[in-house]
């Protein structure tokens, strides 16, 4: 197995979210296999990701309180994680094979499945990475990511 996580699994990986328990899961899946990928693109919208769930105009984490402390301990132990590499691997991208790639997935599933420019990049870089499972708790996102021919675990 060779995985791909988009941001709103990190963001239950690290703060205590409805699906962090499937999250640290599917974590636990890892062992023995590839590390998760990461690319700068993920980095930066991983980094943002907690930040805005400190925002209390965020209304995704429900009963979940996260305070800005919170946000600066889950981006800490994200930016340590991508330094000891035993479960992340930063990669490069070659952005013209992304943009091909976003290119056709665009044209084969925007107008059925609505896509935002988000999932196409990480579907994209899921498949440019040759990965065959795709980890992500956004509805659209899994739509697409099957759609490409990407594992959905159950």
């Known amino acids: 197995m060779r ?90 991208l070659p952005m013209s094979e992304v943009q091909a790639t976003v290119e056709g997935l665009t044209q084969r599933h925007t107008a059925a499945l609505g896509c935002r420019i988000y999932e196409l990049l990480h579907v994209a870089s899921a498949l440019v990475l040759e990965c065959d499972t795709f980890w992500t708790f956004d509805p659209k996102t899994r739509a697409l990511a099957a759609a490409a021919g990407l594992t959905q675990p159950s």
């Open 3 to 92: 995985a791909y996580a988009d941001t709103t699994f990190f963001t239950r990986l690290y703060f205590p979210l409805p699906e962090t328990a499937l999250a640290a899961e599917r974590l636990r899946q890892l062992r023995g296999h590839s590390p998760l990928p990461t690319t700068w693109l993920l980095e930066l919208e991983v980094l943002n990701a907690l930040e805005l769930h400190a925002s209390v105009n965020d209304r995704r984490c429900g009963a979940v309180r996260i305070t800005p402390e919170d946000t600066a301990s889950a981006q800490a132990t994200f930016r340590a994680d991508l330094k000891n590499q035993k479960f992340l691997r930063s990669l490069a």
